[in-house]
């Protein structure tokens, strides 16, 4: 059994490539986990695999159902499609150094953005407290963000210029520009500002901040 660490710094769990990927075809949608705490019955938790690092390890994005957890020693058992094909025994705890030939766990990032400039231009009225949840998973190449259609009205107004929007999973954070609506689409360019397009699950949030750019924009 594989053996790892993690602590609540970390955004999730992250496994080498060589756990399940020689599988022929191997297809990361069907690649999931059961986890319990050691010593117990029954799986009462499940994370699919969400997506590969630049690497090419494999992430599970982890949310409050585990990180509320007690600390202590937790099997998280790999099926896919559907059939157990490994377990990774996980020790949980406050803090503990990168154990060897396991990749670097990701931990959570959070973007320092400015403050609202004095004499920010009207077109950022609306804007300026947009933040929705995005109703559809966020592949990396999709160029449309899904959004309800109350918060997609909040979008409606016509922009003389594009603006950027932030993307986060409140692990991991991508800028992007929003261009307007098409046929009532929200139309995004990704990777704006140096980040990288990532796959964002729903529920990511996306909302305006004030990026360097924006800034410069609204004077």
Not at 143 to 167: I, K, M, Q
Request: aromatic share 10%; no cysteine; charged share 20%.
């Amino acid at each position: 059994m594989l053996r790892t660490t993690l602590t609540p710094q970390a955004g999730g769990l992250v496994l080498p490539a060589s756990v399940v990927r020689d599988r022929a075809g191997f297809e990361i949608a069907k690649l999931a986990a059961r986890v319990r705490r050691m010593g117990s019955d029954d799986f009462t938790l499940g994370f699919p695999a969400w997506d590969f690092t630049d690497d090419g390890s494999i992430l599970f994005l982890l949310d409050s159902l585990f990180w509320d957890q007690a600390y202590g020693r937790y099997e998280f058992q790999l099926t896919y499609d559907d059939h157990v094909v490994g377990s990774v025994d996980v020790d949980y705890k406050p803090y503990a150094p990168l154990r060897a030939g396991m990749p670097r766990p990701l931990q959570r990032k959070s973007l320092v953005f400015a403050a609202k400039p004095s004499g920010a231009t009207d077109v950022f009225n609306n804007l300026e407290a947009f933040s929705a949840p995005i109703q559809a998973i966020l592949e990396r190449t999709d160029n449309t963000v899904a959004l309800t259609e109350d918060d997609t009205a909040l979008l409606a107004g016509t922009l003389p210029f594009a603006v950027e929007l932030v993307l986060t999973d409140d692990v991991r954070t991508e800028i992007v520009k929003f261009y307007g609506l098409v046929d009532g689409a929200v139309i995004i360019e990704r990777a704006s500002a140096g980040t990288k397009p990532l796959r964002f699950p729903v529920g990511a949030t996306l909302a305006f901040r004030w990026t360097s750019y924006n800034v410069s924009k609204a004077q």
